[in-house]
């Protein structure tokens, strides 16, 4: 198994901008697909963006144009850099992983559920 740590999270205003970390260990000589979620107080779990085995990536309608999903695989870190960020980005922010050849890139917005998660990072932006 991975285990999987999310950092970086914090307080920012409106327009500003946090890049968050997912440092993973254990089991890291599998290969991985990747993805960020998010869930703010009483609202559903989204899929923000995500990074297949094979580098495919996707993001959510919310998140295009503002976020960037990458990996530093010598460190084992996965990065959600955020920008132009909303006060509805608001949420925690958990980083998932689930073995190859699944694909979290065509299955995140369908309710998959990753069998490996980070305890979250918390974001809050104010306006």
């Known amino acids: 198994q991975v285990q999987l740590v999310e950092s970086g999270g914090g307080s920012a205003e409106s327009g500003g901008s946090l890049t968050l970390s997912c440092v993973a260990s254990g089991d890291t000589y599998r290969t991985y697909s990747l993805g960020w979620f998010r869930q703010a107080p009483g609202q559903e779990r989204e899929g923000v963006a995500a990074?297949?085995?094979?580098?495919?990536?996707r993001y959510a309608d919310s998140a295009k144009g503002r976020f960037t999903i990458s990996q530093d695989k010598a460190k084992k870190t996965l990065y959600l850099q955020m920008n132009s960020l909303k006060p509805e980005d608001t949420a925690m922010y958990y980083c998932a992983a689930v073995n190859s050849p699944y694909r979290m890139t065509t299955n995140q917005a369908r309710g998959f559920v990753p069998p490996f998660w980070g305890p979250g990072t918390q974001v809050t932006v104010s306006s």
């Open positions: 990074l297949d085995y094979d580098g495919s990536i």
